[in-house]
T-cell receptor, first 114, second 111 residues
Framework: KAGVTQTPRYLIKTRGQQVTLSCSPI?????VSWYQQTPGQGLQFLFE???????NKGNFPGRFSGRQFSNSRSEMNVSTLELGDSALYLC?????????????FGPGTRLTVT | QQQVKQSPQSLIVQKGGISIINCAYE??????FPWYQQFPGKGPALLIA?????SEKKEGRFTISFNKSAKQFSLHIMDSQPGDSATYFC??????????FGQGTELSVKP
């Protein structure tokens, strides 16, 4: 089975712009979670989607949003980019996000905001 | 209460030695405790995981020890190898998809 894929792998944006990142989960996986990884804050949970519905949300401002499509692919959007949004954005998929479900991570999208 | 505290931040071990990384949590509702390994430029990969009704789980050279009363769990890497050099994260979750991660431990295994 192909793993979790994320596109693009690298992105450079200017402050104030918006960005959309894409995640394709492992075939058959219906839960997709997004995380932000920075040297200072570590790995922080953004949100989780299951069956096209946001099921869990982390403590991020409303500029961070996401959605999931009927084929379980997911996108996250960050509007009005700030310098502090520079990070590695990781997507993880699991069968249904239930307890003990193994989460498989993609390689991430490295976002740099200048 | 949602935090998971991980120590040490960095660890240097000789080849063949035992690497030990510790984590502590406050939220007694956590019901799943995985450990992830991350190499530079890669996403985290699940190493081993445990539920709170089990005190120890072993998979190959990797062992999780879990102390429910102390709200602590640890990862032991036996016979550490240079290829184990990576960043290790403990995590915890309540009913699935939202993982709360520790701050990470950068392990370096010297040949």
């Amino acid at each position: 089975k192909a793993g979790v894929t994320q596109t693009p792998r690298y992105l450079i944006k200017t402050r104030g712009q918006q960005v959309t990142l894409s995640c394709s989960p492992i075939s058959g996986h219906r839960s997709v979670s997004w995380y932000q990884q920075t040297p200072g804050q570590g790995l922080q949970f953004l949100f989780e989607y299951f069956s096209e519905t946001q099921r869990n949300k982390g403590n991020f401002p409303g500029r961070f949003s996401g959605r999931q499509f009927s084929n379980s692919r997911s996108e996250m959007n960050v509007s009005t980019l700030e310098l502090g949004d520079s990070a590695l954005y990781l997507c993880a998929s699991s069968l249904d996000g239930g307890t003990g479900n193994r989460q498989y991570f993609g390689p991430g999208t490295r976002l740099t905001v200048t | 209460q949602q935090q998971v505290k991980q120590s040490p931040q960095s660890l240097i071990v000789q080849k063949g030695g035992i690497s030990i990384i510790n984590c502590a949590y406050e939220n007694t509702a956590f019901d799943y405790f995985p450990w992830y390994q991350q190499f530079p430029g890669k996403g985290p990969a699940l190493l081993i995981a445990i539920r709170p009704d089990v005190s120890e789980k072993k998979e190959g050279r990797f062992t999780i020890s879990f102390n429910k009363s102390a709200k602590q769990f640890s990862l032991h890497i036996m016979d550490s190898q240079p290829g184990d050099s990576a960043t290790y994260f403990c995590a915890a979750s309540v009913q699935g998809g939202k993982l709360i991660f520790g701050q990470g431990t950068e392990l370096s295994v010297k040949p």
